[in-house]
T-cell receptor, first 118, second 115 residues
Framework: EAQVTQNPRYLITVTGKKLTVTCSQN?????MSWYRQDPGLGLRQIYY???????DKGDVPEGYKVSRKEKRNFPLILESPSPNQTSLYFC?????????????????FGNGTRLTVT | TQLLEQSPQFLSIQEGENLTVYCNSS?????LQWYRQEPGEGPVLLVT?????EVKKLKRLTFQFGDARKDSSLHITAAQPGDTGLYLC???????????????FGTGTRLKVLA
């Protein structure tokens, strides 16, 4: 089954303790991205990747890191989590990468990771 | 400043009623996507509208792209409890020169249809 898989679904941690949220897609998609969803603010893009070894900052990148060593995986790293990073996080992928502006390729989302930082 | 404004923010209606939600921008955009997100899941694409004035139908859902390509609407006829969810509009924004792009989402309309 074609899907985007995020793990874990729920995570409770303490301030300053490094964590990684994994994301994997099995559709051979070039484009991958991370979003956070907060009440009243909608989905905001954290980082995105056009292809392997190519990553760019989204609208809210502060406090996050990503890497794209393989096409299928795009982990989100919080080196020193803080309470303001408590949120619902989504990973998503899309077929086309660089040069594909206006191809209107849809985003395929994972089921989310609910992170609480105390 | 939000690039995409959605209204209303919340909507609670009875089964069988009709409703319209809106997605507006001060900028012209080349295309717009509509997604629906159900509780506990990620958003799922409903439709993409590309041409100004375009109307697309998906069963009881009708999507319209404004003539000036600065707004879009989603109309649901005879709403059912299964239509409950968060409706999001989104667009691609980027640079043709660099070939990079990102997705911008609206704040969403949270719809609840009561049986």
């Amino acid at each position: 089954e074609a899907q985007v898989t995020q793990n874990p679904r729920y995570l409770i941690t303490v301030t300053g303790k490094k964590l990684t949220v994994t994301c994997s897609q099995n559709m051979n998609h070039e484009y991958m991205s991370w979003y956070r969803q907060d009440p009243g603010l909608g989905l905001r893009q954290i980082y995105y990747s056009m292809n392997v070894e190519v990553t760019d900052k989204g609208d809210v990148p502060e406090g996050y890191k990503v890497s794209r060593k393989e096409k299928r995986n795009f982990p989100l790293i919080l080196e020193s989590p803080s309470p303001n990073q408590t949120s619902l996080y989504f990973c998503a992928s899309s077929l086309y990468g660089q040069g594909a502006l206006r191809t209107n390729s849809p985003l395929h989302f994972g089921n989310g990771t609910r992170l609480t930082v105390t | 400043t939000q690039l995409l404004e959605q209204s209303p923010q919340f909507l609670s209606i009875q089964e069988g009623e009709n409703l319209t939600v809106y997605c507006n921008s001060s900028s012209v955009f080349s295309s717009l996507q509509w997604y629906r997100q159900e509780p506990g899941e990620g958003p799922v694409l409903l439709v993409t509208v590309v041409t100004g004035g375009e109307v697309k139908k998906l069963k009881r859902l009708t999507f319209q792209f404004g003539d000036a390509r600065k707004d879009s609407s989603l109309h649901i006829t005879a709403a059912q409890p299964g239509d409950t969810g968060l409706y999001l509009c989104a667009l691609q924004r980027g640079s043709s020169a660099s070939g990079t792009y990102k997705y911008i989402f609206g704040t969403g309309t949270r719809l609840k249809v009561l049986a």
